[in-house]
């Protein structure tokens, strides 16, 4: 069964950093294209940022320039460096892998004022 465990989350102040990792129980983790996403209270789920299996990155027009993706192939690791943290970031973030409708269970940040 394929499992994705996130950490890293946390409270932070405004303009703050922190890096959420992402670890999968899955084989062939390297053909995968892999997503963050997140979802505020009362709010939709939203894709933040994607990490192709070819090496690709693409960003949601909030985050680009504050955030970066990033994978460890090797590692079976996802990772999301979140720079310059801002209130509206709180939400819940997810790891996805699409090619398999996996999600992992969330990691909680909180951003305050």
């Known amino acids: 069964q394929v499992q994705l465990v996130e950490s890293g989350g946390g409270l932070v102040q405004s303009g703050g950093s922190l890096k959420l990792s992402c670890i999968a129980s899955?084989?062939?983790?390297?053909?995968?294209?892999l997503n963050w996403y997140r979802q505020a209270p009362g709010k939709q789920r939203e894709l933040v940022a994607t990490?192709?299996?070819?090496?690709?990155?693409d960003y949601a027009d909030s985050v680009w320039g504050r955030f970066i993706i990033s994978r460890d192939n090797n590692k079976k690791t996802l990772f999301l460096q979140m720079n310059s943290l801002k209130p509206e970031d709180t939400a819940v973030y997810y790891c996805h892998i699409p090619a398999l409708g996996v999600w992992g269970q969330g990691t909680q940040v909180t951003v305050s004022s």
């Open positions: 990490a192709t299996r070819e090496g690709n990155k």
């Open positions: 899955v084989n062939a983790f390297d053909r995968y294209n």
